[in-house]
């Protein structure tokens, strides 16, 4: 099954950097990076001062990238108590502002993101890194982790085939073979040293 | 010190039902309900569409409702862990519905909230839902408990003199004096059995 390209955004959510990314591709065909960056707000500014700069970013990006979809951590209440409501407070803006213009909203887990990426899901922030650099074909790492974070997020989302409920991932998941893990992707390559044109399929 | 007259809408935050209520009136003087009500989502609905729909309902609210500030549960990571992350996604909407617009937003707990309007911190939600009913000499108890929750937390907000920042909510608490609990509020009335206007100062 050939899936369409899709140009998808990874959110990486935050209030005090909200990770943007974008990339485009399809399962088993070259990536390409699109845009990576982050939003920033100050830590001393009032919570609705936040959310409106964190919309205003997410709203001027979706202008510019035009992505079919939007890929947004899934945020859990159990992990880190002390950054947990805003984390859920700047999804919340991102899946509104995805929604609001009818696109296709996909919630991946950190460790669905990092099983994708790496091969495994509980690899380390630098590992994720390093693999989204090694994907895009970038001279170096994006920084901060929050923007890699973000393209890792939009890269699981392409190898997803796009799918956006759980139904459609299952079936992406039992259709799209060995493309969908990054350990699966350079099979076969000896050293994962790059990426060379249209040879996954 | 004698305080402007208020509009104050409260948001009691959630996906199924976010509480709406909004109440007028300043600190030491009769308070009047605007309106009250909920905005309910279903619960098998995407989480885009879910927070689009609640908006749609705060915006249409604020239009009709013109509060002059925006009072909204400050929500805990602690508090019950299967509804949180929905209530912080609930309450940013409604935060950033506010800040769009300019508005001042108010944060307040539910232990500040209760300790407002029943006189004890710990209050339970009937308590809550007597007292505002009963400040609000409304002729029954606003349904469902998220309706009365919202009003509370508006009293709670002109009570406090409409601070919205922590400074600005010291001030009034030390100058509002009596009139800041309902306890106080209904002192020397012997049974708390209603309001009449004009008495408190």
């Known amino acids: 099954m050939r899936l369409p390209e899709l ?21 088993g065909a070259p990536l390409n990076l699109v845009k990576v960056g982050v939003v920033r707000t100050a830590a001393d500014e009032e919570i ?49 502002c995805a929604s609001r213009r009818g696109l296709p909203v996909a919630l991946h887990t950190p460790s669905e993101v990092k099983a994708a990426i790496t091969g495994s899901g509980t690899a380390d922030k630098r590992q994720v890194g390093t693999m989204v650099t090694r994907l895009l074909r970038l001279e170096e790492m994006p920084k901060p982790a929050d923007a890699a974070d973000a393209l890792a997020l939009a890269i699981c989302h392409v190898w997803r085939g796009g799918a956006h409920n759980r139904l459609a991932e299952a079936v992406a998941r039992a259709n ?26």
Chains 1, 2 share one sequence.
């Open 48 to 96: 609705g001062a936040r959310l409106v700069a964190i919309e205003a970013g997410i709203e001027s990006w979706l202008d510019e990238v035009r992505p079919d979809a939007v890929a947004v951590e899934r945020v859990f209440a159990q992990n880190n108590l002390r950054t947990v409501m805003g984390t859920a407070q700047a999804s919340a803006v991102a899946i509104l």
């Open 7 to 27: 140009r998808v955004m990874g959110v990486d959510p935050g209030l005090t950097r909200c990770g943007l990314g974008a990339v485009e591709g399809r399962p």
């Open 176 to 201: 799209s073979g060995p493309a969908t893990s990054a350990a699966a992707y350079f099979r076969g390559r000896g050293r994962a040293a790059g990426y060379s044109r249209g040879t996954t399929k």
